[in-house]
T-cell receptor, first 114, second 113 residues
Framework: AAGVIQSPRHLIKEKRETATLKCYPI?????VYWYQQGPGQDPQFLIS???????DKGSIPDRFSAQQFSDYHSELNMSSLELGDSALYFC?????????????FGPGTRLTVL | AQSVTQLDSHVSVSEGTPVLLRCNYS??????LFWYVQHPNKGLQLLLK??????LVKGINGFEAEFKKSETSFHLTKPSAHMSDAAEYFC???????????FGKGTTLSVSS
């Protein structure tokens, strides 16, 4: 079965640089979620989108922005990177049906900021 | 606000013995509860989900969890551990709107031969 695709899988950046992470949801899933997992930490919710509109916002820094496109893929843009942004970034998707709150996760993008 | 508390940060078992990973939840509404597993350097895989249809939920790889409203618990069990079960396990609750997941701190399961 098709899964959530994230690219790139690994990314190394310098402080103050920018990074763009991409997420391609499971076909026919129209809701996308982003999570950040620091080293040894539990995943923290950043932001979610439904039908290209932001549906919820969590602990996402102002330096980060995200959007969902007409083909339902999503991009997380991160600017002025800091050492503390080094983490595993997960994207998840779900179909927008009543009670369908199960989220299916991608393999993650490991961002290292030097 | 909703939250989950995983009562053990680390559980060690021998191969072939039962597994019990404990989770308590707090919610002002009838929650959707999940267990996810994360193997080293891997993504998050859904083990099982509770949605009020049945209190005993069966998941993949022989895992199951029982929802106990009176105890606000959702413990994960497996009758017989396998070496491949060694991983990080997260108890998770959905927020009321279903727009975000809230993770527990995780339990590291170690399995020895």
């Amino acid at each position: 079965a098709a899964g959530v695709i994230q690219s790139p899988r690994h990314l190394i950046k310098e402080k103050r640089e920018t990074a763009t992470l991409k997420c391609y949801p499971i076909p026919r899933h129209d809701t996308v979620y982003w999570y950040q997992q620091g080293p040894g930490q539990d995943p923290q919710f950043l932001i979610s989108f439904y039908e290209k509109m932001q549906s919820d916002k969590g602990s996402i820094p102002d330096r980060f922005s995200a959007q969902q496109f007409s083909d339902y893929h999503s991009e997380l843009n991160m600017s002025s990177l800091e050492l503390g942004d080094s983490a595993l970034y997960f994207c998840a998707s779900s179909p927008r049906l009543p009670g369908a709150d199960t989220q299916y996760f991608g393999p993650g993008t490991r961002l290292t900021v030097l | 606000a909703q939250s989950v508390t995983q009562l053990d940060s680390h559980v060690s078992v021998s191969e072939g013995t039962p597994v019990l990973l404990r989770c308590n939840y707090s919610s002002s509404y009838s929650p959707s509860l999940f267990w996810y597993v994360q193997h080293p350097n891997k993504g998050l895989q859904l083990l099982l989900k509770y949605t009020s249809a049945a209190t005993l939920v069966k998941g993949i790889n022989g895992f199951e969890a029982e929802f106990k409203k009176s105890e606000t618990s959702f413990h994960l069990t497996k009758p017989s551990a396998h070496m491949s079960d060694a991983a990080e396990y997260f108890c998770v609750v959905s927020n009321q709107a279903g727009t975000a997941l809230i993770f527990g701190k995780g339990t590291t399961l170690s399995v020895s031969s």
